[in-house]
């Protein structure tokens, strides 16, 4: 069974661009969670979807947005990018009833930002 | 806002030495899980502890779970270097479909 994967797994933007990262859950699981990792902040809960809709979302600004599509996949978007973006994004699939019903959450290897 | 804190936040041992990694919070969980991470990859599940007072066992791994499900500790015995990597907590709230991970604590177990 193939794991989260994401696209791509570095990137280099510079301030001022936007960016579109990618994740494709594991077969059958119909949640994704987005979070992001700095060495400062840790990890930080950006949002999650579920069938198509945003389920739960966390404390970021309105440049950090995401979308989920009928096969569940699910990009997160990025608009004018700051410095303080440069960060690992990553993406977790769950089963249906999401982790407030006890399923596990499988993370993807991660998207490299950098903002120069 | 939920807050874990983990101590210590870097742990530098040799094998076979025995450690403690700490979980805190003011808050109450539904459930706490930990997680280990490595350079490049995601966090990996190891355990979810849900019952106040609870310990698991995995292997050289035991996790507790505070009788008021506001802190947890991991302990590794016999520490392996194979066991290298950035230790998550994280916290789980009822109705809520997000997890609140804690500050993290590296872990580097030289032979």
């Known amino acids: 069974k193939a794991g989260v994967t994401q696209t791509p797994r570095y990137l280099i933007k510079t301030r001022g661009q936007q960016v579109t990262l990618s994740c494709s859950p594991i077969?059958?699981?119909?949640?994704v969670s987005w979070y992001q990792q700095t060495p400062g902040q840790g990890l930080q809960f950006l949002f999650e979807y579920f069938s198509e809709t945003q389920r739960n979302k966390g404390n970021f600004p309105g440049r950090f947005s995401g979308r989920q599509f009928s096969n569940s996949r699910s990009e997160m978007n990025v608009s004018t990018l700051e410095l303080g973006d440069s960060a690992l994004y990553l993406c977790a699939s769950s089963l249906a009833g999401g982790i407030k019903n006890g399923n596990e959450q499988f993370f993807g290897p991660g998207t490299r930002l950098t903002v120069l | 806002t939920q807050l874990l804190e983990q101590s210590p936040q870097f742990l530098s041992i040799q094998e076979g030495e025995n450690l403690t990694v700490y979980c805190n919070s003011s808050s109450v969980f539904s459930s706490l899980q930990w997680y280990r991470q490595e350079p490049g990859e995601g966090p990996v599940l190891l355990v979810t502890?849900?019952?106040?007072?609870e310990v698991k066992k995995l292997k050289r791994l035991t996790f507790q779970f505070g009788d008021a499900r506001k802190d947890s500790s991991l302990h590794i015995t016999a520490a392996q270097p194979g066991d290298t990597g950035l230790y998550l907590c994280?916290?789980?709230?009822?109705?809520?479909?997000?997890?609140?991970f804690g500050t993290g604590t590296r872990l580097l177990v030289s032979p």
């Open positions: 077969s059958g699981h119909r949640s």
């Open positions: 502890v849900v019952t106040g007072g």
């Open positions: 994280a916290g789980v709230n009822t109705g809520f479909q997000k997890l609140v």
